[in-house]
């Protein structure tokens, strides 16, 4: 055992701890290489023992040990020095892991302020098993809040207004408009100022605005895919752009529509992508609002194989979907009814392939107000979102979040799955607490948008100047000042 023994003087304070203690901050790290050494001949380390002691239990522990039942964030300075040491990824990403995550257990943990007068119109938060860092969009600035919910800077794209944004690592957003060309990067280096600089297009149509976007994971696919939803600037073509996110190049066009005369709801464009990397699958969905109601248009493509006909589409006229979104976990698709504002579900096991399918929905919610509000061509699901966090579904009504999960009944009961319902948080006020004083949120107004990540949901409320930030079991209701 003393053998792997490796004795430390960090700046005048001597540490022991394992070589394989060590080799937990990875193969990049300085701390890796350092070899067993006798207590009468340690490595010396010119740095800060007291944040040295944390970075150590860190390494001991796989988490930040509280110092207190009220423990801030780790501080600029412990931030820097696990930068120094390569485990600032690491760090972050136990502040927020997603094994923590129960909706249930969701509650305010964070107002992230941002500057200028305009609200947010978009949040994202990169895809596990990157920390849950906090980029949010408001008018033509991306600001970027790392895992530990510190600001880290914003950068001024040449867009007035960001309506579609993707987080793609904590240091890479795009950020994108309907009404405005191309798809623009934002960057933003540890050791430089943040930029907006490259911009990808559709090839050949270069002033093509942006619909909606979806990336992959990096532990997916060998180099990370951005999907995005272009449409040309005279309304009359669409297509997904596939780009590899490396090399910044288009690799495929898929679902290459055009309007011909009038007939536009034959060549509806993607205004929602979803990826669902288990099953290699694209979901692309779209509508249209015409004087005969409204139309949709869902497809789900194989990106390995046809870049022109669809594995699964359905055109669907009959409470078209508001919003809609897909779930890996649950291998299902979930929308809600723009007339009804019910919950529906279609199991991707029962969809059939190639061309146009028979109905897939079944309401998870009133089944007999579904079809009643649908017969009466109401409107209850304008507004509504949906989307589909690891094993739960969620959607935003107005100002409040409830959540679907699925439960098994016992085997006496017929041992079916089933899908219920309940409500984020304990009710319609909440108090962020902090600086010198407290701030009373006595209201939910409308969420405009929102993301998960970790044990996190960041949402954008429409006039607040601010991202709320939940968390599942957070040590503190902070304010970050």
Not at 142 to 152: H, I, Q
Not at 161 to 183: C, H, I, K, Y
Not at 321 to 338: C, H, N, Q, T, W
């Amino acid at each position: 055992m003393a053998s792997s023994v490796v004795t430390l003087n960090v700046g005048g304070e001597v540490f022991q701890t394992t070589a394989a203690t060590l080799s937990r901050a990875g193969a990049s790290s300085p701390l890796a290489s350092l070899a067993p050494t006798p207590a009468s001949a340690p490595h010396f380390l010119d740095r800060d023992p007291r944040l040295f002691a944390t970075l150590l239990s860190f390494l001991r522990r796989g988490r930040l040990a509280p110092t207190s039942p009220d423990s801030d964030p780790p501080s600029p300075a412990l931030l820097a020095e696990a930068r120094h040491f390569g485990v600032e990824g690491a760090l972050l990403a136990s502040l927020s892991p997603a094994s923590a995550f129960s909706p249930l257990a969701l509650r305010p943990s964070a107002l992230l302020p941002l500057a200028g007068r305009v609200p947010p119109s978009a949040v994202a938060v990169p895809p596990s098993p990157h920390p849950a860092s906090v980029f949010a969009a408001h008018g033509g600035v991306v600001t970027r809040f790392d895992a530990a919910l510190a600001s880290r800077g914003s950068v001024l794209t040449p867009l007035p207004a960001v309506d579609s944004l993707v987080a793609v690592s904590p240091t890479l957003a795009l950020a994108g408009a309907r009404d405005f060309a191309g798809v623009h990067l934002c960057r933003y280096p540890d050791d430089a100022p943040a930029t907006a600089r490259e911009v990808l297009s559709w090839p050949g149509s270069p002033s093509a605005t942006v619909l909606s976007m979806a990336a992959t994971s990096a532990t997916e696919v060998s180099s990370p895919w951005l999907f995005t939803s272009f449409e040309s600037a005279r309304r009359n073509s669409s297509a997904v752009v596939t780009f590899d996110m490396n090399s910044l190049s288009p690799v495929a066009e898929i679902g290459r529509k055009e309007v011909y005369g009038a007939d536009v709801e034959a060549a509806i464009p993607a205004s929602r992508l979803s990826w669902l990397g288990r099953h290699n699958l694209l979901l692309a969905a779209g509508s249209h609002s015409g004087p005969a109601g409204v139309v949709g248009d869902i497809c789900l493509w194989d990106v390995r194989a046809s870049a022109t006909v669809p594995v699964w589409e359905l055109r669907e006229k009959e409470d078209c979907f508001a919003d809609i979104a897909a779930s890996e976990a649950l291998s299902s698709l979930f929308k809600v009814g723009a007339a009804s504002g019910e919950v529906f579900m279609a199991d991707l096991r029962m969809l059939g392939g190639g061309g146009i399918s028979i109905e897939p929905w079944v309401c998870i919610g009133d089944g007999q107000r579904a079809a009643a509000a649908a017969s009466a061509g109401r409107k209850e699901g304008n507004g509504c979102r949906i989307e589909c966090y690891l094993n739960w579904v969620f959607v935003a009504r107005g100002g409040e979040v409830e959540v679907w999960t699925q439960v098994e009944l016992a085997q006496e009961a017929g041992g079916k799955k089933l899908m219920r319902r309940n409500w984020v948080g304990n009710g319609p006020s909440f108090v962020i607490a902090g600086g010198s004083g407290h701030e009373s949120v006595k209201e939910k107004t409308k969420i405009v948008s929102w993301a998960f990540g970790g044990s996190r949901m960041a949402l954008a409320r429409d006039d607040k100047r601010s991202i709320e930030v939940w968390d599942s079991a957070p040590a503190a209701i902070s304010f970050n000042p």
